[in-house]
């Protein structure tokens, strides 16, 4: 028996460019054509419906002029700040200019920190200035600045094993081998030293903290992202060295040279500033109860414009919402847009958001993130628990395969980190991954621009999530193994 899809892509390709407005001739034929398939999850019409989408979105979608207005009338939108609070305003103004039902901003409170200003330099034995940034939560230093002994660690490991009096009163630096990676799986594990090391270094006496950029670009552009101070150990002041120039201080420490360093760090805390996620909805035609959420994180870091860290994201999923809006189309489920406020800072939106809605988790059907920049979606995974779940995930990847996307595991939780809160809670997952073997170039950094994404690329993401709201909204699958719903 051929495959719904199969028959179904058949009928579509066949017709002329351009005509893929499923007039009523052409939807009977299809719902004619598929009427004895029992294997797929979808129904034809969401079937077609489907393809019609990915294909609207292959031809243009509005992705790269969202991300292009959001990061040229914004800019960069530090968590809780002023900045922040007018993206909020900015997508507000944006969703309820689409026509989106339901839309509205979640506020809750946070404590913000604000970067004012940086800078280190060796002063013994070759005096030169040093490309860093702070590492976001960093404390400041003295007005004065702090000057002690460098002492250099390969790893993080090796920190961890050193004796405190060889870290005592001095600047601890930490190096590592971070590679480029078509998944980011590098990231996870080398960022340790980064969120971790500062404080593993004041447990041992150090009185700051150095690190080699978490990132994979050759350029002197230093990568911030969030620090974690551990409660029972000093405070100490941190800071992020460009690639060049760790190389550059493991070329004096070769040469067996002591090196002094000056370092300084302006920074402040704002305790109780506001921030928030902005929600708009596609109504459910049957089961409005229901949620598919679609989402990305609406703040950034402030050194860059955050356009690939997460503006892309928010083009993308911003888009593929009005993609299915604007065919006209209602799912039988509610599919809800979210933009996360305070990712960067340790998913406080995502979990802001997990407590307000937590009366209503259990009908959260599945959720997906785009937070990992513009590249092409390349394989998608899920997390079913059912045979029906199964077999709808395979017709999505039947849908996606056309552009470029294959299938990987149907067992596998993800998502997205502004879906981790979710997914602890229960809620089912879709990944659709992308090509980020450039994405730890530009990530938390200046570098971080709109000149660096890609139209077309951000339109096959915008297929590729409108093929998966879709189908999922406008089915009655249960991903979670207990309480199907019946199809």
Same mark, same amino acid.
């Given at each position: ?21 499923? %007039?009523?001739?052409?939807? &009977?034929? #299809? ?5 004895? *398939?029992? =294997?797929?999850? $979808?129904? !034809? +019409? /969401? ?95 003295? %007005?004065?600045?702090?000057? &002690?002994? #460098? ?5 993080? *490991?090796? =920190?961890?094993? $050193?004796? !405190? +009096? /060889? ?321």
């Amino acid at each position: 028996m051929k495959h719904g899809y199969e028959a179904m892509s058949t009928f579509i390709h066949g017709l002329k460019p351009g005509y893929l407005q499923l %007039k009523k001739c052409s939807l &009977a034929l #299809l719902l004619s054509t598929l009427a004895n *398939d029992t =294997l797929a999850a $979808a129904s !034809p +019409e /969401s079937l077609a419906h489907a393809v019609m989408l990915r294909d609207r979105a292959m031809a243009g979608s509005t992705a790269m002029q969202i991300v292009t207005s959001l990061t040229t009338e914004v800019g960069p939108r530090l968590a809780g700040s002023e900045a922040e609070a007018r993206a909020r305003d900015w997508a507000l103004a944006l969703l309820n200019e689409k026509g989106f039902a339901n839309v509205r901003n979640e506020p809750f409170e946070m404590d913000a920190w604000r970067r004012h200003a940086e800078g280190a330099e060796i002063l013994a034995p070759f005096p030169q200035p040093l490309a860093v940034t702070a590492l976001g939560g960093s404390v400041p230093t003295a %007005k004065s600045g702090m000057t &002690a002994e #460098l002492v250099l660690f390969e790893t993080l *490991d090796d =920190l961890k094993r $050193a004796r !405190p +009096e /060889s870290v005592e009163g001095r600047i601890a630096y930490v190096s590592h081998a971070m590679q480029r990676t078509q998944d980011g799986s590098s990231y996870g594990y080398f960022n340790e030293a980064r969120t971790a090391g500062p404080s593993i270094a004041a447990g041992k006496g150090a009185v700051g903290y150095l690190i080699r950029s978490v990132g994979t670009d050759s350029h002197r552009f230093p990568h911030t992202g969030s620090l974690r101070y551990d409660a029972d150990a000093p405070r100490i002041p941190a800071l992020a060295l460009s690639n060049p120039d760790a190389d550059q201080i493991e070329r004096i420490a070769a040469g067996g040279e002591q090196i002094r360093i000056k370092m300084n760090v302006d920074s402040s805390a704002v305790p109780a500033a506001q921030s928030g996620n902005v929600i708009a909805e596609i109504p459910g035609r049957e089961r409005p109860d229901e949620i598919v959420v679609i989402g990305a994180h609406l703040d950034s870091w402030d050194l860059g414009t955050g356009a690939v860290d997460d503006g892309a994201g928010v083009g993308i999923t911003t888009a593929a919402m009005e993609l299915i809006k604007e065919a006209g189309l209602a799912p039988r489920r509610t599919i809800r847009l979210v933009l996360w406020g305070a990712e960067e800072v340790g998913l406080l939106g995502a979990r802001a958001y997990r407590e307000r809605h937590a009366a209503s988790l259990e009908q959260h059907v599945m959720g997906s993130e785009s937070d990992f920049g513009g590249g092409r979606v390349w394989k998608v995974t899920a997390d079913s628990k059912t045979e029906q779940g199964d077999q709808l995930f395979a017709d999505i990847a039947a849908v996606l395969a056309r552009i470029g996307v294959a299938p990987g595991s149907d067992d596998l939780p993800g998502g997205g980190p502004d879906l981790y809160p979710l997914i602890a809670a229960g809620v089912p997952t879709l990944r659709l991954h992308q090509d980020g073997r450039d994405y730890f170039d530009l990530h938390h950094t200046a570098d971080d621009t709109v000149d660096k994404l890609d139209a077309a690329s951000l339109d096959q993401n915008v297929a590729a999530f409108a093929v998966f709201a879709w189908l999922i909204a406008d089915s009655h699958v249960s991903f979670r193994g207990v309480g199907a719903s019946d199809p």
